[in-house]
């Protein structure tokens, strides 16, 4: 009843069926200075029989009181007693249809705030639910993976020694690859709605960059975590041109990039394809952080890195070159320390740059492109030319 009583929006409902009861009676009451008949006072029982089953509880009361009032005192006609018995019936009849009508209120308001609280607790209930089915999820694919070898992959996952992201992805790629059976997939890079590959099995048939629009799957796969063909069949219009399936690295707020799977060996297999990129798709972001961190610890406060560790990726870099033919750069060039910031900010974040020496306000630099052919540290040396006038190239 509290609960009740204390609602604002009901005393405000209240206070108005209080004002409307009383401006309906004075409304009959010049109604019956008006007209004269003998029998015009009886249009009082009128608003009772209506009022008392539609108001809140304090209207009625009021509305019983009203018609009392107009009945016994205001009104000049003089009762027998079988007139003042009928009329104290109906005041009792409307005083206990009142009370049996705010007690069906009273229920209902009730009613409606445990359906409230039911719709909270369901609410809570389904959460409860999807939390438990994210967990058996898990479960499930901890028993794939124990079933499929997984874990065995997941050790040979951790041993890859990757020094950037490009190594890195490509390693992922192979091992991945070769183990669920993929025979053309790709890493694509991510950044503002455009798409850039770094790593590839097979040649890819987006090519090297595509815009996400260009694909529905990979659009999806942005958006959601993953998206295999067979979940946007009936929207395609052009099937060669869509993936088998794409899984985004990285979460919604900041996306890595896309592996895309373009052709499997057993695509009756895809489902499980799909969980597997998913999962190790978190292990990829969780390593590459552990990769970037590392890198950190050689990197110089002027933003170059120390000889050493350039020495090492270039090693790792020739190593890969002649597995897997991949290309790397290294260009050399000198110019003045002031210019060192924005020689830095022209190259690719995954370039290294370390200083060879410091003579005459000059700073002698060696730069290294991981993944970058001739064509590409053309483009460098151009961007390299805009950027400092007085830049001298030279062999390394």
Known sequence: MKEYLGDPEKRKANIYSLIEVLIIYLLVYFITLFVKHQYIEQLYIVPLIILITRY?????????????LFVFFISKRIYHFEEMFLQFCIIFSALVSSLSYWSHVVKMYFLEESLKRSKVNLE??????????????????????????????????????????????????????????????????????????????????????????????????????????????????QLEKEPILAVRIGDEKEILGVVIVEELEDPVQL?????????LSVWFIAKLERIEKDAEKHRLPDGTYTVDFYNKIKRRLMDFFAKYSLPFSEICISIYDHELDKVLKAIRSEDLATKIKIYNNRIFLKIL???????GQISVLERLKHVSRTIEFSNC
Do not use: H
């Open 271 to 279: 489902s499980n394809i799909e969980k597997n990129l998913k999962a």
């Open 369 to 375: 492109l991981p993944f970058c052919d001739e064509v």
């Open 56 to 68: 809140q509880f304090f209207a009625q009361i009021l509305n019983v009181f009203m018609y009392s």
């Open 124 to 237: 809570s209930f389904r959460k409860y639910i999807e939390y438990l089915e994210d967990v058996v999820d898990k479960l499930k694919t901890k028993l794939i993976y124990e079933n499929e070898g997984i874990s065995a992959l997941m050790l040979e996952l951790s041993k890859i020694p990757a020094e950037n992201l490009k190594e890195f992805a490509y390693n992922f790629l192979e091992k991945v690859s070769a183990f669920l059976e993929i025979k053309k997939s790709s890493f694509y890079l991510y950044r503002n709605g455009f798409l850039r590959i770094i790593a590839s099995i097979g040649n890819p048939s987006f090519g090297f960059s595509i815009s996400e629009d260009q694909s529905l799957v990979v659009k999806k796969a942005l958006e959601e975590g993953s998206c295999s063909i067979l979940e946007v069949f009936n929207q395609f219009s």
